[in-house]
């Protein structure tokens, strides 16, 4: 165990010593990583801060049932055991077109327009409050309930006042799908450029890894510090990339600030936590090893 930590802290010590050889390639290899994660990352962090509006929020979803103009008051009445039988938990108003017509007039202020029609036009109505729903996926089941209200007799028209919600569901679903795509072509970028890297270096110490064979290196002592140069810039780069990401969040607060304020929230976005953080640092590591593995396996094998 001791001669494997050794191994390692000498592999490690001896990629810090080949980067000191040439900082500037190396810090400009960590922008040109940095640029290709950014994206994406940012792209995390404003789903990370959306995502509770749809999922975490509770929904209470609102249906307006609206009788045809010619059903008779006590058949409106009537409805209203139908309805419960449909959605036993709800709660359920019935509002006359009297009063509907009262609550039109002192809103909209269109009372001189309705009086010259002589007749009210508006039906009578049901407003049904479900339970609320604790995620976008679960309000669904909001449709089946809307149709079965949709099949009873005298029922014109059933309004959903909730299909927002479904809306934002789907709009982040084909986000989530867009940013795993560019995610997916920036890591291919990542690891393109972690390889060429890893090739230049290669080229540069060619002299010194044949020597390194003569003397009885193994490949595993020649390779390991290679490894751990990937593994370092993309590290880095993650770094860098959150960095960016954060800094951007303040100009981007400011306008966002603006906007809320105009729906009575105040709505910000924030970093991600240490969890994620980490995650995506991981990652980006990881990104890293994996084009140092590649150019390695295939740039060395051919010193042998």
Not at 38 to 49: E, H, I, W
Not at 109 to 128: M, R
Not at 178 to 183: K, P, Y
Request: aromatic content about 6%.
């Amino acid at each position: 165990m001791i001669a494997w930590l050794r191994h390692h802290a000498f592999a490690c010590g001896a990629s810090l010593v080949h980067l000191r050889r040439a900082p500037g390639s190396f810090l400009f290899n960590i922008l040109v990583v940095a640029i290709a994660l950014a994206l994406p990352f940012m792209g995390v962090t404003l789903l990370d801060n959306v995502r509770p509006m749809s999922e975490q929020m509770a929904v209470e979803p609102e249906l307006s049932v609206f009788m045809t103009p010619e059903t008779a008051r006590e058949q409106s009445a009537a409805l209203a055991s139908s309805l419960r039988s449909i959605a036993p938990t709800a709660r359920i108003v019935f509002v006359p077109r009297e009063k509907a017509l009262e609550q039109l007039n002192a809103k909209s202020g269109l009372a001189d327009v309705l009086a010259t029609l002589g007749e009210n036009p508006l039906p009578d109505s049901y407003v049904i409050k479900l339970n609320a729903f604790q995620d976008a996926a679960e309000s669904g089941k909001i449709d089946a309930i809307a149709e079965q209200m949709r099949a009873l007799p005298g029922v014109e028209n059933v309004q959903v006042d909730s299909a927002w919600v479904k809306r934002l569901a789907a709009l982040l679903g084909v986000l989530r799908l867009a940013l795993l795509l560019l995610a997916a072509t920036l890591s291919t970028v990542v690891v393109a450029v972690v390889f060429n890297t890893i090739r230049l270096q290669v080229l540069t110490q060619r002299e010194e890894i044949l020597v390194s064979k003569l003397i009885g290196a193994t490949d595993s002592f020649i390779h390991r510090p290679f490894y751990y140069t990937g593994a370092l810039l993309g590290l880095c780069a993650g770094g860098v990339a959150l960095g960016a990401v954060s800094l951007a969040l303040q100009p981007l607060n400011r306008a966002i600030a603006e906007f809320a304020r105009l729906y009575a929230s105040e709505f910000q976005l924030v970093p991600l936590d240490p969890l994620s953080t980490a995650g995506l640092l991981a990652l980006s590591a990881g990104l890293g090893l994996v084009g140092a593995l590649l150019s390695v396996q295939r740039h060395l094998s051919r010193l042998n």
